[in-house]
């Protein structure tokens, strides 16, 4: 299953460790995905679209 966040499409960014002697080392960092039910739906979204989801729906009542 891709971790990708079906609303924004955000996915994993490739990033680097620095140690303290400033050797690199690469990684990837995921992004926050939470299972939430949109629109009667079931969806993989991350945090950040959570978070402005449920803000937009406090507005609209």
């Known amino acids: 299953m891709a971790q990708i ?4 499409t955000r996915g994993p960014v490739r ?3 620095r140690s303290h002697s ?4 690469k990684k990837w ?3 926050n995905l939470q299972p ?3 629109l009667g739906t079931r969806v993989l ?4 679209c959570w978070k402005t989801v449920t ?3 406090k ?3």
């Open 5 to 8: 966040c079906k609303l924004c």
């Open 59 to 61: 507005e609209i009542v």
């Open 55 to 57: 803000k937009l729906a």
């Open 15 to 17: 990033s680097a460790t």
């Open 22 to 25: 400033n050797i690199q080392s």
């Open 29 to 31: 960092s995921s992004i």
């Open 45 to 48: 979204i991350c945090t950040n």
């Open 36 to 38: 939430r039910r949109v």
